[in-house]
Antibody, heavy 128, light 107 residues
């Protein structure tokens, strides 16, 4: 069964750090870009960032709201993606989801088409 | 960043109704547009990718259309399990962005 499970959420004070993990199973983890998406209480979805597959360079991209504070990494040997969150702010509070993205290689170019598998999410609360 | 504008932000409809949700991108995104359904307390679910391709396992009453900047999600006959919030998302830019969502409520 294809699935992803997030862990590592919790209560942290402003300015603190937290590392989230996303454990994947049932598919070839190394072949997929992995994303983090968050949702503040009662609000919509906000894309946080992603890491490309090693075959596509393994590089990362981040939303402006988290760039310089959050770091995404991956361990393909363990099929785990990580989200290291530093200098946390109250507005970082929410449910954090990991997801994999559909990618097609066409004419030597990677085309990205939507996030087809999601975890259930882990809750992060930043408060004093 | 590419901004995604959905309309309406909410709508009330009855079972059996035809429902249309629109999404407009701030610049052309070709067909790099996806639609998701989210039920409260659950993770989003991919419905449509590449503007008009139905994700495996999604009922055929869901359909998507559009290209460039203007896109549409249509539910041909609303079912009780379709009451949820729907989001569009672009994957044209390396900085993925979502629309603000359309909440579909029971009339």
């Amino acid at each position: 069964e294809v699935q992803m499970v997030e862990s590592g959420g919790g209560l942290v004070q402003p300015g603190g750090s937290l590392r989230l993990s996303c454990a994947a199973s049932g598919f070839t983890f190394s072949s997929y870009p992995m994303h983090w998406v968050r949702q503040a209480p009662g609000k919509g979805l906000e894309w946080v960032g992603f890491i490309r597959s090693k075959a596509d360079g393994g590089t990362t991209e981040y939303a402006a709201s988290v760039k310089g504070r959050f770091t995404i990494s991956r361990d393909d040997s363990k099929s785990i993606a990580y989200l290291q969150m530093d200098s946390l702010k109250p507005e970082d509070t929410g449910v954090y989801y990991c997801s994999r993205e559909i990618v097609l290689l066409l004419a030597a170019i990677h085309h990205y088409y939507g996030m087809d598998v999601w975890g259930r999410g882990t809750t992060v609360t930043v408060s004093s | 960043d590419i901004q995604m504008t959905q309309s309406p932000s909410s709508l009330s409809a009855s079972v059996g109704d035809r429902v249309t949700i629109t999404c407009r991108a701030s610049q052309s995104i070709s067909n790099y547009l996806n639609w998701y359904q989210q039920i409260p307390g659950k993770a989003p679910k991919l419905l449509i990718y590449a503007a008009s391709s139905l994700q495996s396992g999604v009922p055929s009453r869901f359909s998507g259309s559009g290209s460039g900047t203007d896109f549409t999600l249509t539910i041909s006959s609303l079912q009780p399990e379709d009451f949820a919030t729907y989001y569009c998302q672009q994957t044209y830019s390396m900085f993925r962005t979502f629309g603000h969502g359309t909440k579909v409520e029971i009339k």
